[in-house]
């Protein structure tokens, strides 16, 4: 039994010994393996769990990070500064440009642009394609009517073609084209242009006006004159902003430039721009042979024959080549006749008008317009200025004696005719301007009693101007004193028939010609011409002095006709004449919408419009 448990304590203590062993090898082992020589093995693609990563590694893989980091930055620069010169050499030589026939064309280098007034594309210093109105320097201004209609058509296709390279749509370009002050941001204004260095070897040079006329006062009055007497306008510099209205026309009528005159400068006005009126083509030859021989635009005379001097700016006109008629945004705007389709058009009217309201009230702000350039323009020059004072005063004096209103009666015939449809193809009758005329004197106050109504047997005091001298002999208006007699318009019966020569073969002598009829647009172009030469073609010859001269007397007769009218307690005429529009704006917006402006054109007339 002892030798079986002796046996058994051996074998334990052997067991404890040898697991005592194992332990001790166990713990001592990873010390072991840590002091033995690395293995020959390729490294780890990990790091060592545990192992801090040397610090000299790191900063060596930044500081290559940072060197191709640089490189990379420095070769983006590079690439950069090099496409950016190529953009600026682009900008200043790319230029394209639409020919009247609406051809576009590609042009390299400055010696190649247009050599006539035209729009044309640019690409500017960021590659963006602009346009603007390009002018030569040499050109002949102002420009012809034809010529301006030409630009703004061409130009609303540039603006158009423009935008759709930028990616608009034609539903945004119509919608924004219809906006009166719609600023076009493809547009570049030529002062910008050329400042840019896109439009180069252009020097810019104002324009100065010096007014002559026969009135004393203003004779040896001139811009620079009148800006040095001012203490805020000792160096005048070019205007910011202007607007230049220029008198030329294919239109022989008086009234129409009279309109558009007017809503120029109450445009002007309500844009805050400097305004100007340029008559060069309207009373001197252009420069140009070519123009002299194939147009008529010497249309009246001078400003300063019919008007005092307009009221100048405190600055300097801008050089002929920075104005233009289109776009409207532009920063010195030029309108003309031949402009107003797109200066006062139907984004005009819809801009400056009420739709929802009755005719005229829609027209409100436009006869404001009107009205403001009338009181700052229609200031009749010498002598007709003294004789319409004289005028008035008279009529005063027999109004006072005689009693009754002054009842102011003008009748359009000649080229004019009515809107109402049952006339359209001759004139309304007489009567039924006199019938107007007494209508409205019922309706008239009492002079010296604005409350009382004129008893209904009031006989008015007509005053009458018409453009057919056979108005004046009629029998409804035998009693009706003439608007004035300072320049009367003759007819044939005025003066005695030529006497033909005897002898079988003779030399033709021309008949008298008058004003029968009233005034046609063709009588008005052959004046001052023999009447074979005035059947050949009209508007093909320069006028001779004495053909302005006709003319003169002829404007200045029209003028003083509404003058004195539009003094009378009421006006009665046809609004279908443009003299009847003038007339209303002459007497005032509250006479128009009252009883002091009367319009005897029926069907299809609208009341007071301005222009048609």
């Known amino acids: ?112 642009l247009p050599k006539e007034p035209m729009p044309v594309a640019l690409t500017d210093h960021n590659g963006r394609t602009r346009w603007t109105v390009y002018i030569p320097e040499n050109q002949d201004v102002p420009l012809t009517p034809s010529v301006y209609a030409d630009l ?60 002559k006329s026969s009135d004393p006062i203003t004779n040896t009055t001139s811009t620079e004159d009148i800006l040095n007497t001012t ?19 294919s239109d022989a009528g008086f009234g129409h430039t009279l309109l558009g005159l007017w809503l120029a400068y ?46 100048l700016p405190l600055c300097l006109s801008p050089p002929p080549h920075h104005k233009f008629p289109y776009p409207h945004s532009a920063r010195h705007l030029l309108v003309s006749a031949a402009t107003h389709p797109w200066t006062f058009g139907a984004a005009f009217t819809s801009h400056f008008s009420s739709p929802h309201k009755p005719s005229p009230l829609r027209q409100k702000h436009i006869f404001a317009l009107l009205r403001t350039g009338h009181d700052a323009l ?75 109504a004129q008893p209904t047997d009031a006989t008015p005091r007509v005053l009458l101007a018409s453009d057919d001298p056979e108005v004046y002999s009629s029998p409804v208006f035998a009693t009706a004193l003439r608007a004035q007699e300072q320049i009367l318009l003759a007819s044939k019966t005025s003066f005695p028939a030529p006497q033909q020569p005897l002898q079988p073969i003779h030399k033709f002598v021309d008949e008298s010609a008058g004003w029968e009829g009233g005034f046609y647009k063709d009588v008005f172009w052959g004046l001052g011409r023999a ?24 404007g200045r007769s029209y003028l003083l006709d509404l003058a004195v009218l539009g003094r009378a307690d009421a006006v009665v005429c046809a609004a279908s004449s443009v003299a009847c529009r003038v007339l209303g704006v002459m007497v005032g917006w509250e006479g128009v919408v009252g009883i002091r402006w009367g319009d005897v054109d029926g069907d299809g007339a609208e009341g007071w419009v301005g222009l048609v």
Not at 30 to 40: D, H
Not at 231 to 249: F, G
Not at 285 to 296: G, M
Not at 537 to 553: F, I, K, N, S
């Open 266 to 311: 109450g445009l002007a006005v309500h844009e805050k721009r400097a305004f100007f009126i340029d008559d060069s083509h309207w009373y001197g030859p252009p420069s140009s042979p070519k123009i002299q021989l194939t147009t008529d635009l010497r249309a009246y005379g001078t400003y300063t024959t019919f008007f005092r001097p307009p009221p």
């Open 1 to 112: 039994m002892q030798a079986k448990a002796s046996a058994r304590r051996v074998s334990c203590s052997r067991s404890s010994i040898s697991s005592v062993t194992s332990d001790s090898t166990a713990r001592h082992s990873f010390p072991v393996l840590l002091e033995s020589p690395p293995s020959p093995r390729l490294p780890s693609l990990l790091p060592y769990h545990g192992k801090k990563p040397s610090s000299y590694r790191f900063r060596r893989s930044s500081h290559y990070f940072i060197k191709a980091l640089s490189g990379i930055a420095a070769i983006g620069l590079l690439v950069w500064f090099i496409s950016t010169t190529n953009q600026f050499d682009r900008a200043r030589f790319d230029i394209s440009y639409l020919t009247y026939n609406g051809e576009r064309h590609e042009l390299i280098g400055d010696n190649y």
């Open 531 to 554: 009447a074979k030469t005035a059947r050949r073609g009209v508007g093909r010859e320069r006028p001779g002095e004495l053909a302005l001269q006709l003319r003169g007397l002829l």
């Open 152 to 211: 703004c058509s061409q130009s609303e296709d540039m603006a158009a073609h423009v935008a759709e390279m930028a990616g608009y749509g034609t539903l945004h370009i119509h919608k924004h084209g219809s906006d009166y002050y719609h600023v076009d941001k493809n547009f570049m204004d030529v002062k910008e242009a050329e400042g840019h260095g896109l439009l180069t070897g252009r020097k810019a040079k104002p324009q100065t006006r010096s007014w």
């Open 231 to 249: 203490e805020d306008a000792k160096s005048p510099e070019v205007c910011e902003r202007s607007l230049t209205y220029v008198l030329e026309s």
């Open 378 to 452: 229609f200031h009749l020059a010498s002598p007709d200025a003294d004789y319409l004072s004289q005028r008035l005063s008279l009529l005063s004096n027999q109004r006072r004696s005689a009693g009754g209103p002054l009842i102011g009666i003008h009748v359009r015939h000649g080229d004019r005719h009515p809107w109402e449809a049952q006339y359209r193809e001759s004139y309304l009758p007489l009567e039924r301007y006199a019938d107007a005329a007494h209508a409205l004197a019922t309706q008239l106050p009492t002079p010296g009693n604005a409350s009382a």
